[in-house]
């Protein structure tokens, strides 16, 4: 069983970090669910040269979503018929931009 612990982020910072991704490493993004009985981990992140360079992966859509925009991603009812923003409280972010959480939040605290 994974460990349950506070998401250092409120929904709008997250959203932010993932609109500044030319500031911020985001893709590669991992987290799950604290009320996911399987503990699954999904991942999103953004690839700048794609025509919708948001993604997201593990979700209600086969082989995965991509998106326009953080905004539209992180609204899109994907996860149960559910959203992240919906399930914000839910969320345990793992690594962020293939680093782990505490890292990156080491690394980028000066900037958020």
Not at 20 to 48: I, N, Q
Not at 53 to 60: A, I, K, M, S, T
Not at 71 to 91: N, P
Request: net charge negative.
């Amino acid at each position: 069983m994974k460990a349950e612990k506070d998401n250092p982020f409120s929904f709008e910072t997250f959203l932010n970090i993932l609109e500044h991704d030319d500031a911020f490493a985001v893709d590669e993004t991992a987290f799950y669910f604290m009320d996911d009985p399987a503990g699954e981990e999904s991942m999103l992140g953004c690839l700048r040269r794609l025509d919708k360079p948001y993604w997201v992966g593990n979700c209600d859509i086969p082989d995965g979503g991509c998106f326009r925009t953080a905004s539209e991603m992180l609204h899109a009812r994907i996860f149960d018929g559910k959203s992240i923003k919906e399930r914000w409280s839910q969320v345990v972010l793992v690594s962020i931009g293939g680093i782990r959480t505490d890292e990156w939040m080491d690394f980028y605290s000066g900037k958020l």
